[in-house]
C-alpha cells in the first residue's frame, strides 16, 4: 500500500512538474513604453557589478512612476522590500520561473495574486541601492530547475545555471513585434 501511495506522489508531482514545461511563456516588455534603447543588451553578466559582482539581469530606463506589467502570466510568489533591490517582485511564471522586479517606486500586488501582461505589478523607481541613481526596474529571471550545461568559466559562472538573460526574450519580443 505504501508503495502505490508513494507511486501516485510521484506521478502527480512528475504531472505538475511536465505541465509547468508546458504553458508558453510569451515573455514581453515590462516597462510601459519601453523599446531597445532603454535597456543595454550588454548588461547581463556584465562584471564587475557592486556588491552582486555580476549583473544578473537587465537594466531598463523609465521616468519615476512609469507603470511595471508583468512580463509574463503567473502567480506573485513573493512582494516586499530588501536592502539591495529596495521594493521588489517575484512572479512564478511558466517553465517554472522566477521573475523578478526590484527598486520598485511602488508594488501594486500582493503574494498569490494571479497576473498577465495587463497585470500592473508596480511603478519604476530608484529603491534600494539604486537610491540617487536614474530610475529604472532591474529585471531578471532565474529557473528554479537549474540549467548545468549552461556553466561557463566566467565570474560566477556556475551561478548561469539558473539566471537566464533576459534581453534574449525582450530582443525576441521586440523582432516579433515587428514583424507583425
Not at 550545461?149 to 525576441?172: A, C, H
Request: aromatic content about 14%; some cysteine.
Amino acid at each position: 500500500m505504501q508503495k502505490i501511495k508513494l507511486s501516485k506522489s510521484f506521478l502527480y508531482i512528475a504531472t505538475i512538474i511536465v505541465i509547468g514545461f508546458c504553458i508558453p511563456q510569451n515573455l514581453k516588455m515590462p516597462v510601459e513604453g519601453a523599446t531597445p534603447k532603454s535597456y543595454n543588451r550588454q548588461s547581463f553578466w556584465y562584471y564587475p557589478w557592486g556588491k552582486s559582482v555580476t549583473h544578473k539581469g537587465v537594466d531598463i530606463f523609465a521616468k519615476k512612476g512609469t507603470k511595471v506589467f508583468s512580463a509574463t502570466k503567473g502567480i506573485v510568489f513573493y512582494q516586499g522590500e530588501i536592502p539591495i533591490g529596495g521594493k521588489i517582485v517575484f512572479v512564478l511564471g511558466p517553465k517554472w520561473r522566477l521573475h523578478y522586479y526590484a527598486h520598485l517606486d511602488k508594488i501594486t500586488v500582493h503574494v498569490l495574486n494571479f497576473v498577465n501582461h495587463q497585470s500592473v505589478i508596480g511603478t519604476v523607481g530608484d529603491s534600494g541601492n539604486a537610491s540617487g541613481k536614474s530610475p529604472h526596474l532591474h529585471y531578471s529571471i532565474e529557473t528554479i530547475i537549474p540549467y548545468p550545461w549552461r556553466i561557463d568559466k566566467s565570474r560566477q559562472g556556475w551561478r548561469k545555471m539558473t539566471f537566464l538573460d533576459p534581453t534574449v526574450y525582450l530582443n525576441e519580443y521586440f523582432s516579433n513585434r515587428h514583424h507583425e
